[in-house]
């Protein structure tokens, strides 16, 4: 498919993939086990403008098409899934909502300091009784005179403790809720009455942090929607519209991590023949490695293709939820199947096979299950 891609969309992918090899693979371990990304390595990626990806020029970003983020995010998960999760949700849905909705005096104030890297963003949806149903937030905000009083909690918020701000969505109108109850605030961490708590002890992706967000009668400036007052109520088509995208980014992460353990099942398969294994008692593992080749390359064929589409400005709110569908719940299967195929070894830390089965199961519940996906996917195809 080398053929589909811009010059720009192959020079930073093959930058990109240079890093990988030479910068990421050899500490993805050590990040692994000491649950941090090292500050250099932070540095040198705002060096490259990786926090700037598909933000604008204008605002000092690199102006990527979706398609071109795709591929960075894609080789970025092949070393370690924190890497990507570290730029793409600043990048991505911490700030898409800013440059989708925003007025230009946010744009102009928030946009070139993600892009920079010098400010990181995160998106808050998420509450301990909401999860996958986005549409039962309760964190609500009255306005009272020239400020939104907001009440509520939020949790498995990544990039929290690093955030400078975070794209919030609350309630406004409890009647309407999603129809128009909805709206989007952008907090800045000192805003009095907000409390930031400590990160989650997670199963993995342990380089990137979730953390639980508190708001106690935080005060927020009225100005702070996104969009300024006319867009009040306008938060959920907001936040669908910052998921759509995201939903595609999953779909790399996941097809990246995927392809990363097929490369690794094939060598360790070569290696096993080298040393004696006769090709004939390789053969059932050769028809897992042919399947896995498969379905990756099919995965590969919708995600490029549905990122294009949106490139070309269509919706793809159909075609995403499809992408993260397939994508995310293949790369379950790859990641168990490589775990067969090393048996012993890919039991030991050391192999990071047991590291990429941890992460890649987080891929079904990101940014909406397995099971959302096939609800929006079905109402979709039942609405004509």
């Avoid at 990040?31 to 933000?55: C, H, N, S, T, Y």
């Avoid at 570290?86 to 911490?94: A, D, E, F």
């Avoid at 075609?319 to 990641?335: F, G, H, N, Q, Y």
Wanted: aromatic share 8%; hydrophobic share 40%.
């Amino acid at each position: 498919m080398n053929h589909i891609f811009t010059e720009k969309e192959k020079e930073i992918r093959d930058k990109v993939k240079e890093f990988v090899e030479e910068e990421l693979n050899p500490i993805s371990l050590q990040v692994e086990l000491e649950e941090r990304i090292p500050g250099q390595i932070v540095d040198k990626m705002r060096a490259m403008k990786l926090f700037g990806l598909a933000i604008p020029e204008e605002f000092g970003g690199l102006g990527l098409s979706t398609l071109g983020e795709i591929l960075v995010y894609e080789e970025l998960t092949k070393a370690n899934a924190c890497f990507r999760s570290r730029i793409g949700t600043s990048n991505g849905i911490g700030s898409m909502g800013i440059l989708f909705d925003g007025t230009r005096e946010q744009k102009n104030k928030y946009l070139p300091r993600v892009s920079s890297g010098d400010w990181t963003a995160a998106f808050a949806l998420t509450e301990p009784n909401a999860g996958s149903d986005a549409a039962s937030i309760s964190t609500g905000a009255v306005l009272e005179g020239d400020h939104w009083i907001i009440n509520g909690t939020k949790q498995f918020i990544t990039n929290g403790d690093c955030a400078d701000f975070f794209t919030t969505i609350v309630v406004t109108d409890e009647r309407k809720r999603a129809r128009g109850g909805f709206t989007a605030l952008i907090i800045e961490r000192d805003t009095p009455g907000f409390f930031i708590g400590s990160p989650d002890n997670k199963m993995g992706i342990k380089g990137s942090h979730t953390t639980e967000l508190a708001f106690r009668n935080c005060r927020v400036p009225k100005e702070y929607v996104i969009g300024g007052m006319p867009m009040v109520g306008q938060g959920f088509k907001t936040a669908m519209r910052v998921l759509d995208k995201g939903r595609l980014t999953m779909g790399a992460c996941a097809l990246g991590a995927s392809q990363k353990l097929l490369d690794m099942c094939v060598a360790h398969v070569k290696q096993k023949a080298k040393y004696g294994k006769s090709w004939d008692d390789l053969q059932s593992v050769q028809f897992v490695l042919a399947d896995m080749a498969t379905e990756i390359y099919a995965a590969r064929q919708m995600l490029y293709h549905s990122a294009w589409l949106r490139d070309q400005g269509n919706k793809v709110t159909h075609e995403a939820s499809m992408v993260k569908l397939l994508c995310t719940e293949m790369a379950d299967r790859i990641a168990d199947r490589a775990m067969d195929i090393f048996e012993d070894e890919g039991y030991l830390k050391k192999s990071q096979i047991e590291m990429y089965l941890r992460d890649v199961r987080l891929y079904r519940i990101f940014e909406g299950t397995s099971e959302i996906q096939r609800i929006v996917i079905s109402r979709n195809l039942l609405k004509g």
